[in-house]
C-alpha cells in the first residue's frame, strides 16, 4: 500500500499523540510511587509490586517502542530515505516493546478480575485486550525481523491480524466498560438520559470500525484489491477516531464526566486525520 505525504504525516502525528499520552501517565505513575515509597517502609505489600511497579516497567517501554517507531519513519521517510532492511531491526523492537507494554498490565488485570465483583466486566476486558495483543504483537516483531526469510506477504498479514486483534481489545475495553457501570447501577443507567449517548458511541461507532477493518483485511489478503482494502481501512481508522472525539464531547457535557476522560486512551482519535487523508488519496 503506497503512501501519500499526508499519509505519514498523520501517521508520525499518531505517534506523537501516543508518546504524549504516554508520557502524562508515566509521570502520574512515578509520582504514585514516589508517593507510596515515602509514607512506607519495606517490606511493600505484595500488589505495590503489580500495581504500579509493573504498569511503571510497562509503560517506559512504550514510550521507548513509541521512539522507536518514530526513528524508523524518520530513517524511512526522512531526508536521506534508507531501505526497510536496514530499519526493519528498530521497527521489530517498537512492535516487542508495545507488546511487552500490554504483557506488564495482564498481572493487575488478573488480580482485580478475581478479587473486585464490582469491575469484574472492565478487569476482564482489560486483561482479554492484554493477553490478545501482547501475543500478537511479539509475534509480529518476529516476523517483522525475519521479514527476508518469511517473505513480505506474510508480514502482511500479520499486521492485517495485529489490527484486527487490537480493535478488538479496544472494543472490548471501551464497551465493557459501559457494561460494568450497568452491572453496578443498572441496566437503564447506560439506556437513559446523556450516558446513553456514550454507551450507543461505543456500541455502533467501534462496532462499524471493526467490521470495516476486518472487511478490508479479508479483500486484501483473499481478493487482492489493494483500492477497495484501502478505502475501508480508511473508513476504519475514522470510525475510530470519530468515537474517541465524541467520547472526549460526551465527557465534556456529562456530569463529572470530564474529570475521567484520561482514563480512556483518547490518544486514536488522531487516526481521523489519517483515515481522512488515506480516504481522498
Known amino acids: 500500500m503506497v503512501l501519500t505525504r499526508w499519509n505519514k504525516i498523520w501517521i508520525v502525528i499518531t505517534l506523537f499523540s501516543l508518546l504524549t499520552y504516554e508520557l502524562y501517565w508515566l509521570n502520574s505513575i512515578f509520582v504514585t510511587i514516589y508517593r507510596r515509597l515515602s509514607v512506607s517502609l519495606p517490606p511493600f505489600p505484595s500488589f505495590f509490586w503489580v500495581d504500579p511497579m509493573l504498569p511503571a516497567i510497562g509503560d517506559s517501554f512504550r514510550v521507548i517502542g513509541v521512539c522507536l517507531a518514530l526513528l524508523s519513519a524518520y530513517l524511512i521517510w526522512g531526508p536521506k530515505p534508507r531501505p526497510l532492511s536496514s530499519v526493519k531491526k528498530y521497527i521489530a523492537a517498537a512492535l516487542f516493546f508495545e507488546g511487552i507494554f500490554f504483557l506488564f498490565g495482564s498481572p493487575a488485570n488478573i488480580i482485580l478480575t478475581v478479587r473486585i465483583t464490582s469491575t469484574f466486566l472492565s478487569s476482564f476486558a482489560y486483561l482479554l485486550q492484554s493477553l490478545l495483543v501482547s501475543s500478537l504483537l511479539i509475534v509480529l516483531s518476529f516476523k517483522v525481523w525475519r521479514t527476508q526469510e518469511t517473505g513480505g506477504r506474510g508480514v502482511l498479514k500479520w499486521t492485517s491480524v495485529v489490527a484486527i486483534g487490537y480493535l478488538v481489545g479496544i472494543w472490548f475495553v471501551n464497551v465493557f466498560k459501559w457494561f460494568s457501570m450497568a452491572q453496578s447501577g443498572g441496566i437503564e443507567l447506560i439506556l437513559s438520559g446523556i450516558t446513553s449517548l456514550g454507551f450507543l458511541n461505543s456500541i ?10 476486518a472487511a478490508g483485511a479479508y479483500i486484501l489478503s483473499k481478493k487482492d484489491n489493494r483500492r477497495l482494502s484501502k478505502r475501508l481501512i480508511a473508513l476504519s481508522l475514522i470510525m475510530l477516531g470519530l468515537h474517541f472525539a465524541f467520547y472526549m ?11 475521567f476522560v484520561l482514563l480512556t486512551e483518547i490518544w486514536p482519535i488522531a487516526l481521523l486525520g489519517l483515515g481522512l487523508s488515506m480516504l481522498w488519496s
Do not use: C, D, E, T
Open 249 to 259: 464531547l460526551y465527557s465534556a457535557i456529562a456530569p463529572n464526566a470530564w474529570r
Open 204 to 213: 455502533i461507532i467501534l462496532s462499524m470500525s471493526l467490521i470495516l477493518a
